[in-house]
């Protein structure tokens, strides 16, 4: 299963809603998991079952969407919210990762 | 609290071996998995596969098979992954990670990372 986030990167203001995509090449039911990465950081698990927010996550971040697209949103950024996100099938093997979404500060 | 603690950094020639080991604590290591995710510099994640802990299955990625074997020693907590064959675009930092039922078996705690640099 292949998974195309967009944008590649995005540039966004502190106070800013923004919102990325991650496409299936086939369905996968709730199957998604949302993680953000900070350089020379591992990743940081945001969400799963696609709207599931993990344990500690601020409310500003939310996830939707069911069978082949998904979204991530931030509601409001933050300083510490520019990082690069991916999201991950759990629908199959291999546990596939979409290719991130640099968010940067405009 | 969850822990997972990986073995440092390592250079290595072209056509050799490494084997990275995750050292678990602060859950039950036995009931669980570890799965292994590599980054290239500057490029994104990518999935190298998992164990579980219980019966030591594996499941790899097919970019990997063949050259990688997970295995786990559930008398330490500690899980390695060897790679073989090492070319220079192997070079990467390699993590492992904890799947957890609850979070519907993605990461939810990982590594800190180990760089593997492939080098002549």
């Known amino acids: 299963i292949q998974l195309t986030q967009s944008p590649s990167s995005l540039s966004a203001s502190v106070g800013d809603r923004v919102t990325i995509t991650c496409r299936a090449s086939q369905g996968i039911s709730s199957y998604l998991a949302w993680y953000q990465q900070k350089p020379g950081k591992a990743p940081k698990l945001l969400i799963y079952a696609a709207s599931t927010l993990q344990s500690g996550v601020p409310s500003r971040f939310s996830g939707s969407g069911s069978g082949t697209d998904f979204t991530l949103t931030i509601s409001s950024l933050q300083p510490e919210d520019f990082a690069t996100y991916y999201c991950q099938q759990l629908y199959n093997y291999p546990r596939t990762f979409g290719q991130g979404t640099k968010l940067e500060i405009k | 609290q969850v822990q997972l603690v990986q073995s440092g950094a390592e250079v290595k020639r072209p056509g050799a071996s490494v084997k990275v080991s995750c050292k678990a604590s602060g859950y039950s290591f036995n009931t669980q998995g570890i799965g292994w995710v590599r980054q290239a510099p500057g490029q994104g994640l990518e999935w190298m596969g998992w164990i579980t802990a219980y019966n030591g299955n594996t499941d790899y990625a097919q970019n990997f098979q063949g050259r990688v074997t997970m295995t786990i020693d559930t008398s330490t907590d500690t899980a390695y992954m060897e790679l073989r064959s090492l070319r220079s675009d192997d070079t990467a930092v390699y993590y492992c990670?904890?799947?957890?039922?609850?979070?519907?078996?993605?990461?939810?705690?990982w590594g800190q990372g180990t760089l593997v640099t492939v080098s002549s």
């Open positions: 990670a904890r799947p957890f039922a609850i979070t519907w078996w993605s990461f939810d705690y």
